[in-house]
């Protein structure tokens, strides 16, 4: 899988050599020779871009600091603004009337997972009504961000051989994301299963489409950072008392409380950090993509299909949409409430790194789809609104 505790995309796919800064035998300050390094245009690309997050590190954690909660003081003001233009420049949708005649209108739809941590996506994808919109639509395959590896489970599932509870027994015993509690895991999993069931009455098959973090091409180093980020995101969680999930603002300011700690400690972490990103990009949103992409196509063939995957894989150029080939491809990102997709904080980052708009936003807690007016068939509608509507679309956090 690749959860959204990565702490945010940060990297670029260029590489130009590091300039180091040093003054006699006592090298300069992180704040110092970041200031230096953005002013440089020959600097490495991937540490001005680290610099760049870490001033952005810096407001988050100034506003999370300085109020009741992390949405507090700017950013609240920013979000609450970037809600009201999107309501002003999309259209709204009921989500139960929307998707049937969307999912018949490409062979690929994507589900965009914006941030794995938040189960209220996983509660909306399973449930019986969106299982029931992929059948009524024709749909021939769903495929989700599980390992291939694991995808006997499925069948046998689908054949039989395993019992309903033997399923999510089996399942949460290799697959049990640091963010879940047992419950939790066991919940998910059991919506999981009864989708399974129900899709394969109607000769429906859901596979598990992912190369797996385990065969993944990144560096073991690599791995291993990411996965103690995530033991910080999980403390922090269980401090917090946060049992559903945190914002994507939430798990970023975590992540930069991680970071900032080691940049002081570590003089070496940067290096390190910027490795990471590099490999993530490269790997993660590179070779392990053309890998699902593979995979979609030998299953599905000419036959529709429905993928649910962290948002980052579409949100890039030659992302998954542009591997399975633009013309048949659309997307519909999903967040809880709109201002997951609005914050500001988040959407100044993210549009660093992940510069493709969403075609369409669900936003679950309203039951509603919001599209870009220039969608609408009415062609002055469309006219008078293009322009608006790309100045106004924010861009918030989507999972890897």
């Not at 609240?76 to 009337?97: D, F, L, V």
Request: charged share 20%.
């Amino acid at each position: 899988m690749c959860p959204s505790f990565y702490g945010g995309p940060m990297a670029n796919k260029n590489k130009i050599d590091v300039i180091e800064y040093d003054t006699g035998n006592k090298k300069e300050s992180i704040w110092l020779r970041g200031a230096k390094q953005l002013g440089d245009a020959s600097v490495n690309v991937l540490s001005g871009i680290f610099n760049a997050s870490v001033l952005v590190g810096a407001g988050a954690l100034y506003c999370a600091n300085h109020g009741d909660g992390p949405l507090d003081g700017l950013n609240n003001i920013m979000t609450h603004a970037n809600i009201q233009r999107m309501e002003e420049n999309m259209g709204a949708y009921s989500a139960r009337n929307y998707y049937r005649e969307f999912l018949e209108q490409k062979q690929f739809t994507f589900y965009g997972d914006s941030n794995h941590t938040e189960g209220a996506i996983r509660e909306y994808f399973f449930t019986a009504e969106n299982t029931a919109n992929i059948i009524d639509a024709g749909v021939a395959h769903v495929f989700i961000e599980y390992p291939v590896q694991l995808q006997y489970l499925v069948e046998g599932l689908q054949s039989g051989a395993l019992q309903r509870d033997d399923f999510i027994r089996e399942l949460s015993r290799h697959i049990h994301p640091l963010w879940w509690t047992d419950e939790q895991t066991q919940h998910y999993h059991g919506l999981m299963a009864d989708m399974i069931l129900t899709l394969n009455e109607s000769n429906v098959q859901l596979h598990f489409s992912d190369p797996g973090m385990a065969k993944s091409g990144m560096k073991e180093d690599s791995k291993a950072l990411l996965f103690e980020m995530a033991g910080v995101i999980v403390k922090e969680m269980e401090q917090n008392g946060v049992k559903e999930g945190m914002s994507p603002l939430e798990i970023f300011i975590a992540t930069q409380k991680f970071v900032y700690t080691k940049v002081l400690a570590d003089p070496d972490f940067e290096e390190r950090l910027e490795a990471l990103y590099e490999d993530f990009f490269a790997q993660r949103l590179g070779v392990d993509n053309e890998r699902i992409a593979e995979n979609i196509m030998a299953k599905a063939g000419d036959e529709r299909a429905v993928i649910l995957y962290g948002a980052a894989h579409i949100m890039r150029d030659h992302d998954l949409d542009e591997m399975l080939g633009v013309d048949k491809t659309q997307s519909v990102l999903l967040y809880n409430k709109k201002a997951n997709y609005a914050d500001f904080l988040m959407g100044a980052l993210y549009s660093l790194y992940l510069p493709q708009h969403p075609q369409n936003i669900h936003i679950i807690d309203e039951a509603e789809i919001y599209t870009p007016k220039y969608f609408e068939p009415d062609a002055e509608l469309a006219s008078a609104n293009i322009e608006l509507a790309h100045l106004n679309m924010f861009t918030q956090a989507p999972a890897p």
